[in-house]
């Protein structure tokens, strides 16, 4: 099976902002953490990296 990649950031509640899958966890990150830094360089929200994996089923 293959697996994608999403990067998110993580508000202390749980909620997350998704920002978009990814083919390697190595390019989610480097999206995650841009990501990241965007975030609280122009907000003061409270946010973690977060990079999850799926599987991709073919049916």
Avoid: H
Wanted: charge should be negative.
């Amino acid at each position: 099976m293959k697996k994608i990649y999403i990067a998110m950031a993580e508000f202390t509640d749980g909620n997350r902002i998704f920002e978009r899958a990814y083919s390697t966890r190595e390019a989610a990150e480097q999206a995650c953490d841009k990501m990241i830094k965007d975030i609280r360089e122009n907000t003061d929200w409270d946010v973690a990296p977060i990079v999850e994996d799926l599987e991709l089923v073919d049916e």
